[in-house]
């Protein structure tokens, strides 16, 4: 469900409209934004000085997100929140919290809202939530998409202009706001920069270059207070945009020209703890008293013991991870999955007019840890290593072929590149291929995989010289057998292999 109240992202002019997207009620046991986005909406159609916003500014609005979340209405599971009386639940009706699914999309809700989302191509997004954890003062927080991801001009821009003066406004409207509050411990030993990955809405926003928004209110305020505060978020950041439309439009365009030719992508990122801003924080001061029920130490934050004093903001990450971009990927039409996903996000593609083989490179995937329990419907991937092989592979007519030169290609590279942490592999779209197939009886294969060794020296010298470094090996004629097996010309060729083809010719 969407309501935009400018149907046109130009003016008559023919000048483009700066386009802001709001979603809500994602975790729908979170409605302020849903109150503040429709009394904001209410208020620019009856107030002649607000619906000025409109000559400059195309507004979309999803009201609420998570329907299926909606219908549990209920007034219990929200366990650690101040109101309101009645609210809906986190997941959706599959049970799956969607703030976690854009990439993978198990969800209707995630497919439209990437048909939307494209659609519109918003230059804002914004995603309204209710936070839990500790104690502070402040009745909003705000998590910006991780900024050292985005192209320098856009990166300058949030940091530098856009940001600061957020914070400066909303505080001057009378709410107090900082950035969102995550810590290892209590706020005043540090709060940690929040790293978006793609499977969050504004992640995967900011894989368009879209200046992206978390707003999470304060759970222990009133809830009157978490809208209002919501609402003159969105309030001041629409004045912003209508401002600032040209100096947003600029960092886009600038971002987009230099996404071109930029050949190196980071992937993966972990917290650079050597480098941190000092920020001003208005909290509670963290004591420890005796729980009347466990008899152990119990954390509480004293409201009678405010301070206000500068923190460590830890908003720094290093790159673990750099790809090479390809100059297009070849994707097997049998993978529906990956190009039903990729469609619904707008990527373009050719198909080949005919049967071709086509010099790529290949990943082997050598070795990957999977997750013991399940996560959001999948067992997810992670720590994958790989190889990467040459190869001349058959395709075939109808296989698409992705031009990375075009603007998803953050896109392309985070879904495709199969190490990178919400990767369409660390979703389990290519687990089938991390299967054998086909396999030998060893009391046939012994007189052949003979034949095999007397044929080829390389591999007998290298068998032998297995055979005397591991002594397991060594006592274990299965292994020796599965190993002359992997190693001649009867080996599948498909198993651990990575379907998906790199060019760079």
Not at 138 to 154: A, C, G, Q, S
Not at 158 to 164: D, E, I, R, V, Y
Not at 231 to 258: H, P
Request: charged share 25%; proline share 4%; net charge neutral.
């Amino acid at each position: 469900m969407a309501s935009n109240l400018k149907s046109t992202k130009t003016k008559k002019d023919g000048s483009e409209k700066l386009v802001v997207f709001i979603n809500n009620g994602i975790h729908a046991g979170e409605p302020c934004g849903v109150d503040a986005s429709m009394m904001l909406a209410r208020d620019i159609l009856i107030d002649g000085e607000k619906r000025k916003l409109l000559e400059e500014i195309t507004l979309v609005i999803i009201p609420i997100y998570n329907v299926g979340g909606a219908l549990r209405r209920n007034s219990n599971t929200r366990a650690n929140q101040n109101g309101p009386q009645e609210y809906g639940f986190r997941g959706n009706a599959q049970n799956l919290d969607l703030n976690r699914d854009f990439i993978k999309a198990d969800s209707k809700n995630a497919r439209t809202f990437a048909k939307l989302f494209t659609d519109w191509m918003p230059d804002i997004f914004v995603d309204t939530h209710t936070s839990n954890g500790a104690d502070y003062q402040y009745t909003l927080t705000l998590l910006p998409t991780f900024h050292e991801k985005l192209p320098k001009p856009l990166d300058d821009f949030l940091s530098l202009k856009m940001l600061p003066e957020l914070y400066k406004r909303v505080n001057e409207a009378g709410w107090l706001i900082c950035p969102y509050v995550m810590s290892y411990t209590t706020p005043d030993k540090g709060i940690l920069g929040f790293y978006d990955s793609p499977r969050y809405s504004s992640g995967y926003a900011s894989l368009f270059n879209c200046l992206s928004f978390t707003t999470e209110s304060h759970m222990f305020k009133p809830f009157k207070d978490r809208v209002y505060s919501t609402y003159t978020f969105l309030d001041e950041l629409l004045k912003f945009g209508f401002e600032k439309k040209d100096a947003i439009k600029k960092a886009r365009a600038e971002s987009a020209k230099l996404l071109e030719t930029q050949n190196e992508f980071a992937l993966n990122w972990e917290l650079d703890f050597s480098r941190f801003d000092s920020i001003p924080f208005k909290g509670y001061e963290a004591k420890y008293k005796t729980s009347e029920i466990t008899g152990k130490q119990r954390l509480y934050y004293d409201r009678e013991a405010p301070y206000e004093k500068n923190i460590a903001y830890f908003n720094y990450y290093t790159p673990t991870k750099i790809v090479t971009k390809p100059k297009a990927y070849i994707i097997p039409q049998a993978l529906r999955r990956v190009v039903n996903r990729m469609k619904d996000s707008k990527v373009k593609f050719t198909q080949l007019e005919k049967d071709t083989i086509i010099d790529v490179e290949q990943y082997k995937i050598i070795d990957f840890e999977t997750a013991n329990k399940p996560y959001e419907g999948h067992l997810p991937h992670s720590k994958i290593e790989l190889e990467t092989f040459k190869n001349k592979k058959q395709f075939y007519a109808g296989d698409y072929l992705v031009i990375t030169n075009q603007p998803q290609v953050r896109y392309i590279i985070e879904t495709l590149e199969p190490q990178a942490k919400d990767a369409f592999f660390a979703w389990n779209f290519f687990d089938s291929f991390m299967q054998r197939k086909e396999y030998f009886s060893g009391y046939i294969f012994e007189d052949l995989a003979l034949e095999i060794l007397q044929e080829n020296e390389v591999l007998r010298l290298q068998f032998e010289q297995k055979k005397l470094e591991d002594t397991a090996f060594a006592n274990s004629a299965q292994n020796q057998l599965f190993y002359i097996y992997e190693n001649s010309y009867l080996a599948e060729g498909t198993n651990n292999v990575y379907p998906i083809g790199r060019i760079f010719n």
